[in-house]
């Protein structure tokens, strides 16, 4: 079974530039999680996907950050305009979701972010 | 508000000697608790998981945690370290419902393996 996949692995951009980030998760997997993680520190959810639906968007950074999840399947996250802050490592994650249970979610190897 | 806190930033040990990752939590509720294990490059792997059910908890890799209320714990523990061990450790706890968890991360421990 193919992991969650995430593409670039690496970005090098100026500021001011715009950037994506793109996630496809396990397959079956109709929970995606975009985490941000900063050096050094542990990773902070952005947004929680549940299908196309955007449920958990209280992170997120709504004046230069975007995601969509249109088809209910990958997932693109957006920055417009980058700043230097947001050199970082952004993760994407997934999982199933099943009422009255633990749902592991499974992690993406991430895209490094850096912001010249 | 629920809330890990990881002691050391850095834990150094000789391949074969005892590892401790000590964690300690905050909740108002029963938690559910993990650690995962971060690789140079790569995504978090699940190392294993406290959902209430037993106390000491079996993982990958030869890794066990033991859950204490009393001291508001989850340390890591293995025997015996393995150079391949070296990587970055985090704790975490899952806040909110059963069926969908938000999770809250320590700022990890980075587990340094010297021959």
């Known amino acids: 079974e193919a992991g969650v996949v995430q593409s670039p692995r690496y970005k090098i951009i100026e500021k001011k530039q715009p950037v994506a980030f793109w996630c496809n998760p396990i397959s079956g997997h109709n929970t995606l999680y975009w985490y941000l993680q900063n050096l050094g520190q542990g990773p902070e959810l952005l947004i929680r996907y549940e299908n196309e639906e955007a449920v958990d968007d209280s992170q997120l950074p709504k004046d230069r950050f975007s995601a969509e999840r249109l088809k209910g399947v990958d997932s693109t996250l957006k920055i417009q305009p980058a700043e230097l802050g947001d050199s970082a490592v952004y993760l994407c994650a997934s999982s199933t979701r099943t009422s009255g249970a633990y749902n592991e979610q499974f992690f993406g190897p991430g895209t490094r972010l850096t912001v010249l | 508000a629920q809330s890990v806190t990881q002691l050391g930033s850095h834990v150094s040990v000789s391949e074969g000697a005892l590892v401790l990752l000590r964690c300690n939590y905050s909740?108002?509720?029963?938690?559910?608790l993990f650690w995962y294990v971060q690789y140079p490059n790569q995504g978090l792997q699940l190392l294993l998981k406290?959902?209430?059910?037993?106390?000491l908890v079996k993982g990958i890799n030869g890794f066990e945690a033991e859950f204490k209320k009393s001291e508001t714990s989850f340390h890591l523990t293995k025997p015996s370290a393995h150079m391949s061990d070296a990587a970055e450790y985090f704790c975490a706890v899952s806040v909110g419902n059963t069926g969908f968890q938000k999770l809250v991360f320590g700022t990890g421990t980075r587990l340094l393996v010297s021959p």
């Open positions: 406290y959902t209430s059910a037993a106390t």
């Open positions: 909740s108002s509720v029963p938690p559910y």
